[in-house]
């Protein structure tokens, strides 16, 4: 029996009733579709690492100085990603949804082209805004067209781009600078852009949109200034770029623009960022736990790059068809994370699975130089499968008990905490390797620096199952019905 989209909770409000798409397979492939686009995201945010020296002598200036490419694409991402909510119920978010691809591919575009560095980092920031409405606006389509008890299976396909797309983008890169030019790095959106625009419009279906709120522009400002002042201080903390003392004021003016949006929200009818969302539980607790085990997505690939590539001085190619078994992990939970989750609950599973978790990421530290490349593989397959259990757990639990009015509100403010929780992760992460390396008055990297990276990672996914413990025994029952 074909399945038909609903939009959650009760379809027969007016305000939420979808249209059919054009075909029965519509339903199917919506996770497929909004899928494919975040993976276009996050290949593209990781991919460009690899091409940095490449463009650097294409656009004649120092490869150090095209780190602002790359932070100009975050900030304009985290500035950005509290006004999709909003844009989604003013505008429609089907619509939203595939003018962002659009836009993502013609900025793509824009980047392949650049003759200077300015046009580059333009282009970034063009492509950033886009990013951020792209993901969070597919996720409202997905919430609002797919019945609950279908959206653990929906929402594996949006687990699986998330974790593969930074494992696979290294690799791709080089691949790419290697044997075709940098300009790829990027041109390579625009087939997938193209495509994703031709789906959205034959098969998504056409959601209505809620009475649309007022713009809280003073709490955009608020929000935006405390988003890009955090994601940049954990962005240099992560390249070394900033002296300790311009961090801690980055850090500074992120917190304090972060306490006076609070106040702005309890003073408001309409913020931007909805933080009363905080009071659901099933939100609250997923949105802590969870983001505690996305440490893990930014921080393991960054860490698994220095000990595979600059530890035991492995090739990228060699490095990145070794990483590559993780992503395998992650695909092979898409057919096993219902039926693991139906069995056992929410959470009981996401607890468990937490330390488990967490002593995946443990098991990564123990690698040596003379370590059997199946063993790594073997280690990498099994730590990525559990993440990404624990990610498909935790993203749909977080919209459990979401009335679907507050659904636009909800993607946004998720996306918000996952966009700091990832480069948070990595932060931690070279904040760890720079203290033991200081610990041990040594500028070169050795393994013993990893290790404590490692830990540091480990214990904060291991306690995000406190989060889940909080949780009733029957939380998402209703997500688990078949």
């Known amino acids: 029996m074909p399945l038909v989209p609903y939009a959650l909770g009760d379809i027969s409000n007016k305000d939420f009733s979808v249209s059919a798409p054009s075909s029965g397979r519509g339903p199917r492939l919506i996770p497929f579709i909004i899928g494919c686009a975040l993976f276009m995201q996050m290949l593209d945010a990781t991919i460009i690492a690899t091409a940095l020296p490449a463009m650097a002598a294409s656009l004649g200036v120092a490869p150090v100085r095209l780190n602002v490419a790359i932070t100009a694409y975050l900030l304009a991402v985290a500035v950005f990603v509290p006004l999709s909510g909003w844009v989604a119920d003013r505008v429609g978010a089907r619509r939203v949804f595939v003018w962002a691809i659009g836009l993502f591919s013609f900025s793509s ?271 990498l397959l099994i730590a990525g499968f559990l993440r990404s259990l624990q990610l498909t757990g935790v993203n749909t639990l977080t919209y459990a008990d979401v009335t679907p009015e507050r659904m636009s509100q909800a993607s946004g403010l998720a996306s918000v905490a996952q966009q700091l929780a990832i480069s948070l992760g990595v932060g931690i992460a070279a904040l760890s390797l720079n203290l033991s390396m200081a610990w041990r008055g040594a500028e070169t990297l050795s393994r013993h620096d990893l290790i404590l990276g490692y830990v540091v990672i480990a214990v904060l996914t291991m306690s995000s199952a406190l989060a889940f413990r909080t949780l009733p025994a029957h939380a998402g029952a209703e997500l688990n019905q078949r």
């Not at 702005?264 to 085990?293: M, V, Y």
Request: charged share 10%; with cysteine; hydrophobic share 55%.
């Open 109 to 379: 575009l824009l980047c392949g082209i650049s003759q200077e560095l300015w046009q580059l980092v333009a282009a970034r920031v063009l492509q950033g805004f886009a990013g951020a409405l792209m993901v969070p606006v597919g996720r409202i389509v997905l919430l609002r067209s797919v019945p609950k008890a279908q959206l653990m299976s929906a929402m594996s396909f949006l687990t699986v781009p998330a974790l593969v797309g930074p494992v696979l983008g290294p690799p791709f890169g080089g691949f790419l600078v290697t044997y075709a030019s940098w300009h790829w790095v990027f041109l390579i959106n625009l087939p997938i852009g193209i495509a994703g625009i031709v789906l959205v419009l034959r098969y998504l279906p056409e959601v209505s949109r809620p009475e649309p709120r007022p713009l809280d522009v003073l709490g955009l400002v608020l929000s935006g200034v405390s988003l890009a002042t955090l994601v940049l201080s954990f962005d240099v903390i992560g390249h070394g770029l900033m002296p300790w003392y311009g961090v801690l004021a980055l850090i500074g003016v992120g917190l304090l623009s972060g306490g006076l949006y609070l106040l702005h929200a309890r003073r408001t009818a309409f913020p931007i960022l909805d933080l009363s969302l905080f009071r659901i539980h099933t939100f609250s607790a997923s949105t802590l736990g969870g983001n505690l085990s996305r440490l893990a997505i930014g921080a393991t690939p960054f860490l698994l790059t220095m000990q595979l590539q600059v530890v035991f001085g492995m090739t990228p190619l060699e490095a990145g068809l070794l990483s590559f078994t993780g992503a395998a992990g992650a695909l092979l939970m898409k057919f096993t994370a219902a039926p693991i989750i139906r069995l056992f609950g929410f959470r009981r599973t996401l607890m468990v699975n937490a330390v488990l978790s967490g002593l995946g990421v443990l098991a990564i530290a123990f690698f040596g130089a003379s370590s059997a490349h199946w063993i790594i593989m073997v280690v």
